[in-house]
Nanobody
Framework: QVQLVESGGGLVQAGGSLRLSCVATGSIFKIDVMGWYRQAPGKQRELVATIMAGGNTNYADSVKGRFTISRDNPKNTVYLQMNSLKSEDTAAYYC???????????????WGQGTQVTVSS
C-alpha cells in the first residue's frame, strides 16, 4: 500500500511564505514524476508544478518565479516552497506521484489527501 501524506498548509498573509511537504510511504521501488496540484472552491484542479526524478521541473505560469518545487529522492519526499503568496493562491493543495511498487511493474498514480492553503489579503 502506498500513501502520499502532505503537510505544511495553513493561513498566511499576502506576501508571506509557506513550505509544503509530501512524503510517500509504503512499498516503493521508485518514484518517477512528482507534483503539486491545487483546487480552489468552484474551480477545477490545476497543475502547480512537477519535478522528474532527475530534477527537471515544470511550473504553471501563475506561479513561476514565486514557487519552487524540489525533491529528496532517498526520503521519497517532494517540497513546494511558496513565496510572495497572493489571495488567488488560496486552495487545497494536493501531492501527486507516479510510483512503481516493484521490479517490472508499471507505475501507478497516487494522490495525497490535500492540505489547505489560505492567503488573507
Amino acid at each position: 500500500q502506498v500513501q502520499l501524506v502532505e503537510s505544511g498548509g495553513g493561513l498566511v498573509q499576502a506576501g508571506g511564505s509557506l513550505r509544503l511537504s509530501c512524503v510517500a510511504t509504503g512499498s516503493i521501488f521508485k518514484i518517477d514524476v512528482m507534483g503539486w496540484y491545487r483546487q480552489a472552491p468552484g474551480k477545477q484542479r490545476e497543475l502547480v508544478a512537477t519535478i522528474m526524478a532527475g530534477g527537471n521541473t515544470n511550473y504553471a505560469d501563475s506561479v513561476k518565479g514565486r514557487f519552487t518545487i524540489s525533491r529528496d529522492n532517498p526520503k521519497n519526499t517532494v517540497y513546494l516552497q511558496m513565496n510572495s503568496l497572493k489571495s488567488e493562491d488560496t486552495a487545497a493543495y494536493y501531492c501527486n506521484g507516479n510510483i512503481v511498487r516493484g521490479w517490472g511493474l508499471r507505475a501507478d498514480n497516487y494522490w495525497g489527501q490535500g492540505t489547505q492553503v489560505t492567503v488573507s489579503s
